[in-house]
């Protein structure tokens, strides 16, 4: 981190916000009166709302790519009010798209759609698991229920790296990716309804390309992933193009797949548990 | 293709409600690690899995004819091979699309 310490207490560099000589002096203020006897403090120091901003300037930007592109496929079945709500309610990617594929499949049903949301975004869970040991004494429960829908990849990511998490910090942090996902969707659902087709059918394929930006690299560094992408692969085209199969509605076919494929990988090629610092260092 | 208002209010509240409920309940009530090696391996590959079963044939059927998907796809596979990120490769992937368009428009 781009931040020099004093008596343990981060200080932010001055080149870095134009607001932070106000800040680093608010601290000496404070440091001169209490540091000795609370220690505690340093810990949160850097865990401003105006840091965490800055934190998730970068997620905000990949989000809106990502949930511009969603909003162009959402715009082929829904208004763009409607599809921009989707994303300002959910803050998911994958979820977000295998929902809207059942939403507009004919067969598509309720119990459908639960059990879909329910399997794709279960790794949130875990997430928030590890998060939740992560956050500062402060973070009590309605500031949990509020902020909860913050947990995403990313944002974890970012999460996972602080030696300890402040609520006003969190809320920083997902200021702006939530900004970026929803304001993403509403101009990609716009634009879907008044671009030439020509052009909207191209861009039909981009969240899919960022799908195969987003398996690739691992399948590179992590070799049983691609064992598990096979199988997904394979159980997918075989619900598409097996006469026997293809009643199987689409939600239930990604569930098959993603549950099968994963149970599989799980029990052949288990990975090594990650240690308290999460994925990201 | 147009599904009504009552159906699309139902679909988002299920939608929203179980993710806020998978994100919410845990961040709140548990603060035990999963232990688990099994389990924690197979919810760390459900995100590629899904990922690929939705992209894998879909994208085949994404634009108006299957050669323009397929090039797609192997466009944003080579791409990321090549350490394209992910605004790169969803734009290669868009632009190879128009471009074998262009290409079957001339031919």
Redesign the interface.
């Known amino acids: 981190m781009s931040s020099r310490t004093c008596c343990g207490i981060a200080l932010h560099d001055s080149n870095g916000s134009p607001f932070a000589w106000l800040y680093n002096l608010r601290i000496f203020k404070y440091l001169h009166k209490t540091c000795p006897k609370r220690p505690k403090f340093a810990i949160f120091a850097r865990m401003s709302y105006t840091q965490g901003v800055k934190d998730g300037l970068p997620i905000g930007l990949?989000y809106f790519?990502?949930s511009f592109?969603f909003g162009i496929a959402g715009s082929?079945?829904?208004s763009w009010p409607?599809v921009t709500?989707?994303s300002m309610?959910?803050?998911?990617s994958?979820?977000?798209?295998?929902?809207l594929?059942?939403?507009?499949d004919a067969a598509g049903t309720?119990i459908e759609?639960?059990l879909a949301?329910?399997?794709?975004?279960?790794?949130?869970?875990?997430m928030?698991?590890?998060?939740?040991?992560k956050v500062s004494p402060d973070f009590g429960?309605v500031k949990?229920?509020l902020l909860?829908?913050g947990?995403t990849?990313e944002i974890f990511a970012v999460s996972m790296a602080q030696k300890s998490v402040t609520p006003i910090y969190f809320l920083g942090l997902m200021t702006l990716p939530y900004i970026g996902w929803s304001s993403g969707t509403a101009v990609g659902a716009i634009c879907g309804e008044i671009l030439p087709a020509?052009?909207t059918?191209?861009?039909?394929?981009?969240?899919?390309?960022?799908?195969?930006?987003?398996?690739?690299?691992?399948?590179?560094v992590h070799k049983p992933?691609i064992f598990?992408?096979a199988?997904?692969?394979a159980?997918?085209?075989a619900f598409?193009?097996v006469p026997a199969l293809s009643c199987v509605s689409v939600g239930f076919?990604?569930i098959i797949?993603?549950l099968v494929?994963?149970?599989l990988?799980?029990?052949f090629?288990?990975?090594?548990?990650e240690d308290d610092e999460g994925g990201a260092k | 293709?147009?599904?009504d208002a009552r159906?699309?209010v139902?679909?988002?509240l299920?939608?929203?409600g179980?993710?806020?409920f998978?994100?919410?309940?845990?961040?709140?009530l548990?603060?035990?690690?999963?232990k688990s090696?099994?389990?924690?391996?197979?919810?760390?590959?459900?995100?590629?899995?899904?990922?690929?079963?939705?992209?894998?044939?879909?994208?085949f059927f994404?634009?108006?004819s299957r050669i323009?998907?397929a090039c797609?796809?192997v466009?944003?596979?080579v791409?990321?091979?090549l350490g394209?990120?992910?605004?790169?490769?969803?734009?290669?992937?868009?632009?190879?699309?128009?471009g074998v368009?262009g290409l079957l428009l001339v031919l």
């Open positions: 990949g790519a990502v592109s082929n079945f829904l409607l709500l989707i309610t959910n803050l998911t994958a979820g977000q798209f295998a929902g594929q059942i939403m507009t309720f759609m639960a949301t329910f399997f794709i975004n279960l790794r949130y869970s875990l928030a698991i590890s998060l939740s040991q429960t949990r229920l909860a829908t947990i990849d020509m052009v059918n191209a861009l039909g394929v981009a969240l899919y390309g960022m799908f195969v930006a987003i398996v690739v690299p691992q399948m590179k992933t598990a992408v199988i997904a692969i159980l997918s085209c598409k193009f076919a990604i797949c993603a494929a994963s149970l990988a799980a029990a090629f288990p990975m090594k548990l | 293709m147009n599904i159906t699309y139902i679909y988002l299920v939608m929203a179980v993710t806020l998978l994100r919410a309940v845990p961040f709140i548990l603060r035990k690690k999963l090696v099994f389990w924690s391996s197979f919810l760390a590959y459900v995100p590629y899995t899904v990922l690929s079963a939705m992209t894998v044939p879909a994208i994404a634009t108006d323009t998907g797609a796809l466009a944003a596979v791409a990321s091979l394209g990120g992910l605004v790169t490769v969803a734009a290669v992937s868009c632009l190879a699309v128009l368009d």
